[in-house]
């Protein structure tokens, strides 16, 4: 069975601070990882994913398959990134079902 | 840019009755997926459909559910027989591949009463 666990409902932070939002997950394959963010209002979107090894608005994550972690992480974290964060697994092979977390709300606050 | 679209954003029913929920995936995605959201939960996987078939579904989408594609644009969710935890928000997804991205629309809430 394949599991995302986020540890944490609600992440508060001020401006410019570091942000490193936790994602562990369970899986006996090779699971591809996924953040999809929700703004306020706006629909589902996908920030990233580990195989394309990108920075989007300044988020990184690095799939650690030892500690089973996909933790998103932000250096300095901005208002405007203040939003509902979803970890996601995909663990099949030959389509894109995705497995989510329960979401972490990120608030950051000036 | 395209986007998923879906109607109704809100539809508000009675247990017991039949209930139709329509997407309108990305033109040229071939790949097909239903989540919900029951209010304060996860995202969960319903089912994902390709080629007119279902290629997956989860345990929560037993024969109350079934879902179509009537018309080569619209992709349609329908729950036969609504329960009061049928009550969610509904989200449909296109990718144009598979492993890809998928697109969510901005979701459907049912509330069941």
């Known amino acids: 069975a394949q599991r995302v666990t986020q540890p944490e409902k609600l992440l508060s932070v001020f401006k410019g601070a570091p942000v490193e939002l936790k994602c562990n997950y369970s899986?006996?394959?090779?699971?591809?990882l996924f953040w999809y963010v929700q703004y306020s209002r706006q629909r589902l979107q996908l920030l990233l994913r580990?195989?394309s090894r990108e920075s989007i608005k300044g988020f990184t994550a690095d799939l650690n398959k030892g500690e089973t972690s996909f933790h998103l992480k932000k250096p300095f974290a901005q208002e405007e990134d203040s939003a509902m964060y979803y970890c996601?697994?995909?663990?099949?092979?030959?389509?894109?079902?995705?497995?989510f977390g329960k979401g972490t709300m990120l608030l950051v606050s000036p | 840019e395209p986007e998923v679209t879906q109607t109704p954003s809100h539809q508000v029913t009675q247990m017991g009755q039949e209930v139709i929920l329509r997407c309108v995936p990305i033109s040229n995605h071939l790949y097909f997926y239903w989540y919900r959201q029951i209010l304060g939960q996860k995202v969960e996987f319903l089912v994902s459909f390709y080629n007119n078939e279902i290629s997956e579904k989860s345990e929560i989408f037993d024969d109350q559910f079934s879902v179509e594609r009537p018309d080569g644009s619209n992709f349609t969710l329908k729950i036969r027989s609504t329960k009061l935890e049928d009550s969610a928000m509904y989200f449909c997804?296109?990718?144009?591949?598979?492993?890809?991205?998928?697109?969510f629309g901005e979701g459907s809430r049912l509330t069941v009463l």
């Open positions: 580990h195989i």
């Open positions: 996601a697994l995909s663990g099949h092979k030959g389509y894109s079902t995705l497995t």
């Open positions: 997804a296109s990718s144009a591949t598979v492993p890809g991205e998928l697109f």
């Open positions: 899986y006996s394959g090779s699971p591809e």
